[in-house]
C-alpha cells in the first residue's frame, strides 16, 4: 500500500495569511492531485500534477509536485474564508488503477 | 447533469442487518469506486470496477461486496453490518479523457449501532 501522509492535519489562520500544506510519501506516484472537499459533500479536483518539478498555479493557489514525484505541496496567498475546508491530495500508482488518498487538512480562514 | 449520485444519503443499521448503497452515473465512464471516509484518515478505496462486467478490491474490502450492474450502476452491499462500517462512503466516476478526473457523489453518511 502506498502511503500519503499530510501535514498539518488542522490549520486555522486568519484572512490575508498566506499558507503551505505538504503531502509526502516514499512512494513514487504517476500524479499527483488535489482535491477540495466541503462538508457534506464530495471530493472536488483542484488540480493535477504529473511531471516531476511541475508548478502550477490556480489563482492564488500554487501547486507543486516534487522533483522525486513522491510529493507535493499547496501554497494559498492571501487566504480567504472562502477557502476555508479539507483538502486532500491522492497519488494514482504506476499502473494508473489506483488512486491513494492522504488524510487531509482541514484549513479554517477567519474574517 | 446529475453526474455521480448516490442512494440512500442516510441510514442507520443494527448490528447484523445488510444493505445496499446504490450509485449510478450518467457520464459515460468506464471506471467507478467506492470509498470510505473517516476522521483524520482521508478516503480509502474498498472496491473499484475498471470496466463494465469488472470488480477489484481495494484497500479495506472486508465486509463488503460490489456489483457492476451495468455501465451507469455500482452498488456496495453491506451483508452483515457491523459498527465498524460506521463511516462516510463516497461513489466515484473516472474520466480517462479529461485528465483522469474522478467526479465523486455526495456520499452516504451510515450508521452502525
Known amino acids: 500500500t502506498q502511503l500519503l501522509e499530510q501535514s498539518p492535519q488542522f490549520l486555522s489562520i486568519q484572512e490575508g495569511e498566506n499558507l503551505t500544506v505538504y503531502c509526502n510519501s516514499s512512494?513514487?506516484?504517476?500524479?499527483l492531485q488535489w482535491y477540495r472537499q466541503e462538508p457534506g459533500e464530495g471530493p472536488v479536483l483542484l488540480v493535477t500534477?504529473?511531471?516531476?518539478?511541475e508548478v502550477k498555479k490556480l489563482k492564488r493557489l500554487t501547486f507543486q509536485f516534487g522533483d522525486a514525484r513522491k510529493d507535493s505541496s499547496l501554497h494559498i496567498t492571501a487566504a480567504q474564508p472562502g477557502d476555508t475546508g479539507l483538502y486532500l491530495c491522492?497519488?494514482?500508482?504506476?499502473?494508473?488503477?489506483?488512486?491513494?488518498f492522504g488524510g487531509g487538512t482541514r484549513l479554517m480562514v477567519k474574517p | 447533469n446529475a453526474g455521480v449520485t448516490q442512494t440512500p444519503k442516510f441510514q442507520v443499521l443494527k448490528t447484523g442487518q445488510s444493505m445496499t448503497l446504490q450509485c449510478a452515473q450518467d457520464?459515460?465512464?468506464?471506471?467507478m469506486y467506492w470509498y470510505r471516509q473517516d476522521p483524520g484518515m482521508g478516503l480509502r478505496l474498498i472496491y473499484y470496477?475498471?470496466?463494465?462486467?469488472?470488480?477489484d478490491k481495494g484497500e479495506v474490502p472486508n465486509g463488503y461486496n460490489v456489483s457492476r450492474l451495468n455501465k451507469r450502476e455500482f452498488s456496495l452491499r453491506l451483508e452483515s453490518a457491523a459498527p465498524s462500517q460506521t463511516s462516510v462512503y463516497f461513489c466515484?466516476?473516472?474520466?480517462?479523457?479529461?485528465?483522469?478526473?474522478?467526479?465523486f457523489g455526495e456520499g452516504s453518511w451510515l450508521t452502525v449501532v
Open positions: 466515484a466516476s473516472r474520466s480517462i479523457l479529461s485528465g483522469n478526473t474522478i467526479y
Open positions: 512512494s513514487v506516484f504517476s500524479s
Open positions: 500534477v504529473v511531471t516531476g518539478g
Open positions: 491522492a497519488g494514482r500508482n504506476n499502473a494508473g488503477n489506483m488512486l491513494t
Open positions: 457520464m459515460n465512464h468506464n471506471s
Open positions: 470496477s475498471a470496466s463494465e462486467g469488472t470488480t
